[in-house]
């Protein structure tokens, strides 16, 4: 671990530019092949899940914590200062105690993902990164196997996501998949039940599905307010709802994906 000053010149803060500018964040992270880990027990997480740091922005009072995280990384750069210094760079007050660039990892192939899964969820076009981050903790809490996310649903790598998920994101399986003329033959080849959570005329009770759930099983969820396109919803092999009182007709995609996975989880 080598400690260092901020210094408004260093290249190795540059990662941490602007932090609160997504357009920025965006751009940054995929292309440079990095994301920000949030909090030293994230950090922790991350390291444990076999990913590398590129370096660590601190307060003082996190060394002893972040010597010990960091010992399978010995030379990864640890840059130290105020409240202040580090708001200046991030943006935010960084009360989390630490925060990391991290290596992105190489996503797996969707097969390697769907070898040996029994429940996964697929997560079309969702854009606030909380519900994605709420969603992997689902997952992992729930015993489901893996998360596929479709080209333009939101990063679940963001440090937002991360956070919520408790780094759950880490842990879980994930990749990104194809669009649904490739992703519905795959799933179907791999021995995977579609289910789509939808409100159409034609959906079946939750309740039902849960009663005799298939040995394998993909869950379909999708964006905020519109829910899942059209084409998702032709492609699946059947449609659930999940049953609602009080006029109700449906729940936030990340509590419809937690019913959702209680009601189907292996037995």
């Known amino acids: 671990m080598r400690i260092l000053e901020p210094a408004s010149d260093d290249p190795l803060l540059t990662d941490y530019f602007h932090l609160t500018d997504v357009a920025l964040r965006r751009r940054l992270e995929p292309a440079g092949?990095?994301?920000?880990?949030?909090?030293?027990?994230?950090?922790?997480?991350a390291i444990a899940a076999g990913h590398v740091p590129r370096s660590v922005l601190t307060r003082a009072a996190w060394l002893p914590d972040l010597e010990r995280i960091l010992a399978p990384h010995p030379d990864v750069p640890v840059v130290v200062g105020s409240d202040?210094?580090?708001?200046?760079?991030?943006?935010?007050?960084?009360?989390?105690?630490?925060?990391?660039?991290?290596?992105?990892?190489?996503?797996?192939?969707?097969?390697?993902?769907?070898?040996g899964a029994r429940r996964v969820v697929v997560l079309e076009d969702l854009v606030d990164h909380t519900n994605v981050g709420a969603v992997f903790r689902s997952v992992a809490a729930l015993g489901a196997d893996a998360v596929l996310v479709t080209e333009r649903c939101a990063d679940p790598l963001y440090r937002r996501s991360v956070r919520v998920s408790m780094g759950a994101v880490l842990q879980v399986p994930w990749t990104r998949l194809p669009g649904w003329r490739t992703a519905a033959p795959a799933l179907r080849e791999a021995g995977f039940v579609t289910a789509a959570l939808a409100l159409t005329d034609s959906a079946r009770s939750l309740d039902e599905l849960a009663a005799?759930?298939?040995?394998?099983?993909?869950?379909?969820?999708?964006?905020?307010?519109?829910?899942?396109?059209?084409?998702?919803?032709?492609?699946?092999?059947?449609?659930?709802?999940?049953?609602?009182?009080?006029?109700?007709?449906?729940?936030?995609?990340?509590?419809?994906?937690?019913v959702a996975l209680w009601a189907l989880r292996v037995r």
Do not use: C, K, W
């Open 33 to 45: 092949g990095l994301y920000l880990a949030e909090s030293t027990t994230v950090i922790e997480r």
């Open 84 to 115: 202040e210094s580090l708001q200046a760079v991030t943006g935010f007050h960084l009360h989390r105690g630490a925060i990391a660039a991290m290596h992105r990892p190489p996503l797996p192939t969707l097969a390697d993902v769907l070898a």
């Open 212 to 258: 005799d759930p298939p040995e394998r099983l993909a869950l379909l969820l999708g964006t905020e307010g519109d829910g899942l396109s059209r084409a998702a919803i032709a492609v699946a092999d059947t449609v659930v709802r999940i049953p609602m009182h009080h006029g109700i007709d449906s729940l936030n995609v990340a509590a419809a994906a937690a």
